[in-house]
């Protein structure tokens, strides 16, 4: 588990209803238990508000970090798809996004970076689709320098649909995969139940979350109906549900 992806965890699932903001003492406190050192958390937070996510902040005599306000945007639009808290109805059109040519390789590695994290794919060079509106993707590019046409479609046959932009069986597959590693894991015990429990969910998320870079969120009825992506998804929300009290009193202590 790296530094940087754990402090996403911590500031998306942790510290969202507790003002998006804890001291730096206290971020090393929380990242103990999942294996993260000192040095580390303090490195990646280093870094973290040098991309504009987190910024400095007094809280009480310490120095801490608050999420910024576009911090905390990208994280809620992350934790409606962790949570899969969006109850969407697919309207059979599929939005296309037509970006013009980036020159820049790390620009244009990291703006493809973003559209994929936001569930587009890659049909043909410099076209993207998604099933679903994209109202951030103008704000996000305009910010990068970048541009883009952007359309619709709707006259797709069920074999000239897009879908195959996505490697579903492989996803599959890794959902399955998943799900079986989660399912044989014995937890350590330290002999601090509450901590044990916030350890143990924090891995569940954190491995959760990677399906965000994955995962495009398609419309169930585009999905075979034995996706092992819905069996993982049950026992995930099960699982969060499950070890959320333990996790939260750990957690308030930590901060209290």
């Given amino acids: 588990m790296r530094a940087r992806s754990a ?134 590019l305009e910010r990068e320098g970048a541009s883009a046409a952007h359309t619709e479609a709707g006259s797709f046959t069920p074999a000239e649909r897009p879908v195959a932009g996505w490697d579903l069986p492989a996803l599959g597959r890794e959902y399955a995969a998943w799900l079986a590693r989660v399912r044989d894991d014995v937890p350590p015990e330290s002999g601090d139940p509450d901590r044990d429990e916030f350890a143990q969910r924090f891995h569940l998320v954190h491995e959760w979350r990677k399906f965000l870079f994955r995962d495009p969120g398609l419309p169930a009825e585009l999905l075979p109906a034995d996706f092992p992506g819905f069996e993982a998804a049950t026992h995930f929300h099960a699982e969060a549900d499950r070890l959320r009290p333990g996790a939260e009193r750990f957690v308030d202590r930590i901060l209290s």
């Fill in 7 to 140: 402090l996403f965890d911590v500031y998306g699932d942790l510290l969202r209803t507790r003002g998006n903001q804890a001291p730096v003492a206290d971020l090393v406190r929380l990242l103990d238990p999942v294996g993260i050192s000192a040095p580390a958390v303090r490195t990646a937070i280093s870094r973290i508000v040098g991309e504009g996510w987190l910024e400095p902040v007094q809280i009480g005599n310490g120095r801490g970090y608050r999420a910024t306000e576009r911090g905390i945007a990208r994280l809620e639009a992350a934790r409606q798809r962790i949570y899969r808290l969006r109850d969407r109805a697919w309207d059979g059109r599929w939005r296309l996004v037509l970006l013009d040519p980036i020159r820049d390789r790390r620009l244009r590695d990291r703006v493809h970076t973003t559209l994929g994290w936001m569930g587009l794919a890659e049909l043909s060079d410099g076209l993207w689709v998604s099933p679903w509106p994209q109202p951030d993707l103008p704000a996000y």
